[in-house]
């Protein structure tokens, strides 16, 4: 056995480690397919038209200073602002404004990023902590804009590593081990004991990954032993992970 770690059937691990809702907000427009009515702005105009394409396109909120603030579990979610240069004539330079999510500000010319009338999309990873996700935008030259914004959990994919335990380990031994992959923050991973060789593995724990304060991942632990090894065995992790 591991020191300390209790043990769990595979389907809780899968509960526990996945993530919470997607929101999609067609700026300007109302509930469509996937897409709830626009909500949950402050400040702003919406302007439509047919010739920015259908569906969330054909309609952005505008303006010098607008934002959104919008509730959401706490995690890290990824964050697509859809945009589209509305003006056939607009000069590069001509429309430039900030995009500030969570703190993270950048500055966009979608003239200069991807021509007029052609769809955009501005990609931010953020970090939710109080349950509210802050979106701003404001004018640097012209008016800032946007169709459509999404919020979903970044795809997760299942890791697998082995560690082989040698043959004469000790109880009481601290055995170190560095991840290949950086589970998902918050997330759990799977330890699956083997004996002298190859799967099938004889015993299932769960170690809780609760990242220090301040850091979203960690890839390190230490692991106990209380048994003697007589044989090479193997330890076997598996776990979720964003990277």
């Not at 701003?136 to 914004?149: C, D």
């Amino acid at each position: 056995m591991v020191d300390k770690f209790v043990r769990i059937i595979l389907g809780c691990f899968l509960a526990a480690s996945l993530q919470a809702q997607s929101v999609l907000i067609d700026s300007g427009g109302t509930q469509a397919g996937a897409y709830s009515g626009d909500n949950s702005f402050t400040g702003g105009a919406i302007y439509t038209a047919a010739n920015m394409g259908t569906g969330p396109w054909r309609t952005q909120r505008y303006g010098t200073s607008f934002s959104y603030l919008i509730n959401i579990p706490n995690g890290t979610y990824d964050v697509e602002i859809l945009t589209m240069e509305p003006d056939p004539a607009k000069a590069v330079g001509a429309r430039v404004f900030t995009v500030n999510v969570n703190g993270n500000t950048q500055q966009l010319d979608l003239t200069a990023l991807a021509g007029r009338l052609v769809q955009y999309t501005h990609k931010v990873r953020a970090k939710v902590v109080n349950d509210t996700l802050s979106i701003a935008f404001r004018s640097v030259v012209g008016n800032a804009l946007v169709n459509a914004i999404i919020i979903r959990p970044p795809v997760a994919k299942m890791v697998t590593d082995k560690m082989t335990l040698p043959a004469g380990s000790k109880a009481g031994d601290i055995i170190k081990y560095t991840l290949s992959k950086r589970p998902i923050p918050d997330g759990v991973v799977m330890l699956l004991e083997g004996g002298a060789s190859t799967p099938p593995y004889t015993d299932l724990y769960i170690i809780k990954m609760t990242p220090p304060q301040n850091e979203d991942h960690i890839k390190e632990f230490e692991i106990k032993l209380d048994y003697n090894v007589s044989v090479t065995s193997y330890l076997q992790f598996l776990y979720l992970s964003e990277d």
